[in-house]
Every structure is written in C-alpha cells, then in structure tokens.
Nanobody, 118 residues
Framework: QVQLVESGGGLVQAGGSLRLSCAAS????????MNWYRQAPGKQRELVAS?????????SYADSVKGRFTISGDNDKNTVYLQMNNLKPEDTAVYYC??????????WGQGTQVTVAS
C-alpha cells in the first residue's frame, strides 16, 4: 500500500523560508502529476503548485505564490519538494502533497502544518 509522508512544516516568521518534502513509500509507477495543495481554516483546499512528470516536468503555480514558491520532483525517488520563500501570514495552512495518475491512482499525504507569524 502506498503512503505519502510529508515533512518540513513548522512555525516561521514572515519573510522566512521553509522547505516541504513528500516521499512515497511502497511501489508507485508512472506518476502523471506531483502536486502540493493547502487548506487554511475555513477555506477550501487549493492547488498551490504542480509538476507534470507526464509532460517533461513542466510546473505551474497559483498566482498567490508565483515567484516565491518552487516545486521540484525526483521521479526516481518518488519524492516531491516545495521550497517556500518570502512567506506571508496568508500562507498559513495545512499543506498536502498529492501524487496522481489519470484513471489509476490519487494518493494524498496526511498534511503538514505551516504557520507564518507576522
């Protein structure tokens, strides 16, 4: 059974940086997309960043994090990272990683809390 395990969350001052990691345990093949989502209290879960393994590693970001966050992935190690710089209080949320393959699987991590103090 595949499990995604996240790490790297925590408390940081505004303007600081954190790096989230997500590693898959178990066998997983031919990932299409590696994604990071977040959910703030009282808000819907939103897609923060995505890397398309299927299409050569192209990346996309939510407008709110462009220029500050960078997603990267290691397909051989089934690991995805999210480098977060210049963090703002509005980035406070639980961050979830997601590995997706169309018509095959949709795996989620348990979430890691990121809190940015002003």
């Amino acid at each position: 059974q595949v499990q995604l395990v996240e790490s790297g969350g925590g408390l940081v001052q505004a303007g600081g940086s954190l790096r989230l990691s997500c590693a898959a345990s178990g066998s997983i093949f031919n990932i299409h997309d590696m994604n990071w989502y977040r959910q703030a209290p009282g808000k819907q879960r939103e897609l923060v960043a995505s890397i398309s393994i299927e299409f050569g590693g192209s990346t996309s970001y939510a407008d709110s994090v462009k220029g500050r966050f960078t997603i990267s992935g290691d397909n051989d190690k089934n690991t995805v990272y999210l480098q977060m710089n210049n963090l703002k209080p509005e980035d406070t949320a639980v961050y979830y990683c997601n590995f997706f393959k169309r018509f095959a699987y949709d795996y989620w991590g348990q979430g890691t809390q990121v809190t940015v103090a002003s």
